[in-house]
């Protein structure tokens, strides 16, 4: 059977156009009760690895980087330590960091109450300019990449000018 691509009168485009102008997002087609995920997810069969997935059970663990120590004579390890997670894996975990459990509660309840908003709401923080203070979007590179990520982002930048409170979705302040 041929790729997405090679199917007849598949517009590829037009289907990235569409999913784009929504500005619903991943969640918006979730939220629509679709069945089947659209061929703009799809990951091109060239681009596929033939590895086999490794998962937990194959003892695949992401590096856990503890920061305890991190302004003492530890930082020079702790630095390498996410030197060599960043080089090998792109990620890391990371442990007692210092932010309290309520700062992270709120954070997961602010996130979570944005992409719970009403689209219409969503939609005024909707795009791809990255020099907005706070910014909405699904894939922000999905004109560019040959299959879109399964994913809804916020983006923010708090230094070196912080947003003013206004300038964040309510639920965000």
Known sequence: MGSISETPGYDRQAELK???????GVKGLIDSGITEIPSIFHIPP???DARPVVGPSDGFTIPIIDLAGASGEKRKQ??????EASAKW????VVNHGAPLRVLEGMDVAVRGFFDLDLEEKKEFFGRDTTKRFVYNSNIDLYYSPFATWRDSTLFHLQPDPPLPHEFPLCYR
């Open 46 to 48: 060239h681009l596929v």
């Open 18 to 24: 569409t999913f784009d102008e929504s500005q619903a």
């Open 78 to 83: 702790i630095v390498e330590e996410i030197r």
């Open 90 to 93: 792109g990620c890391f975990q």
